[in-house]
């Protein structure tokens, strides 16, 4: 297997409800639900940086395409990281989230490594880290 991640999907209960977070809240950029025309279809997609697409898909619709039964929902499996390059730009992110209906899980601030973060949960539970790093430049891009 190489080294590369094309599509990160996170399950969730409500597209609609998803799409509208992401789309209209975040100010990601896509086609909408594409799809829904087949059964077990309907997914939304949105571009990231390089090739590294996000995609929504209705938790039911994962189990039943992985054939494994639908779990309860955790936040704590793994979290989404978006690094930015100020301590200013990490509250603007957490505002923006805040304003879209996130729940600020923590508060932003300084960190026990340096940094500066916080974290939001989106409407279906994914905990996503809003971070600056003093050693880390991030490249602009989408």
């Known amino acids: 297997m190489k080294p590369r991640v094309t599509v990160l999907t996170l399950g969730v209960d409500d597209l609609d409800r998803a799409l509208r977070f992401y789309r ?5 950029d896509t086609e909408g639900i594409v799809g829904a025309e087949l059964e077990h279809g309907a997914v939304v997609f949105f571009s990231l940086q390089g090739n590294l697409m996000l995609a929504l898909y209705p938790r039911k ?66 905990l996503w880290e809003i971070a600056w790093n003093p050693e880390l430049r991030v490249e602009e891009g989408p």
Do not use: C
């Open 61 to 126: 619709e994962i189990a039943w395409d992985a054939r494994v039964e639908a779990q309860p929902r955790s936040s704590t499996e793994f979290t989404i990281g978006h690094n930015v390059n100020s301590k200013e730009e990490v509250n603007d992110v957490m505002t923006q989230a805040r304003a879209a209906g996130a729940q600020i899980a923590k508060p932003a601030g300084p960190t026990f490594w340096g940094g500066y973060a916080g974290y939001f949960l989106d409407p279906d539970g994914h």
């Open 24 to 28: 209209e809240g975040l100010g990601l």
